[in-house]
Nanobody, 125 residues
């Protein structure tokens, strides 16, 4: 059974940084793409970033390019999202998801089969 567990969320000031982690288990982690999505209050879920399985190709939403960096450690079955230069509009619940394509095919990534429980990121002074 696939399990994804996010951690690392919290409160950050504008311009600050946070690093999210997602520990995966129950499947062949290195064989699949994995991504990060987020959902802000009152808004639709949106893709943030993903990394492919084979070449490790990375994809970013325009809103986070140059500020966020995704990485995966196949030895630890973990994906990370380093978030720098945070803005109040980055406030959302962040989810990792797998068993889907990178880049995602739909805005909210509904084609991804497995999701974590989410971690709250709040950017505020």
């Amino acid at each position: 059974q696939v399990q994804l567990v996010e951690s690392g969320g919290g409160l950050a000031q504008p311009g600050g940084s946070l690093r999210l982690s997602c520990a995966a288990s129950g499947y062949a982690f290195s064989n699949y793409a994995i991504g990060w999505f987020r959902q802000a209050p009152g808004k639709e879920r949106e893709g943030v970033s993903c990394v492919s399985s084979s070449l490790g190709t990375k994809y970013y939403a325009d809103s986070v390019k140059g500020r966020f960096t995704i990485s995966r450690d196949n030895a630890k079955n973990t994906v990370y999202l380093q978030m720098n230069s945070l803005k109040p509009e980055d406030t959302a619940v962040y989810y990792c998801a797998t068993l889907g394509p990178c880049p995602w095919a739909t805005l909210g990534g509904i084609e991804y089969e497995s999701w974590g429980q989410g971690t709250q990121v709040t950017v505020s002074s």
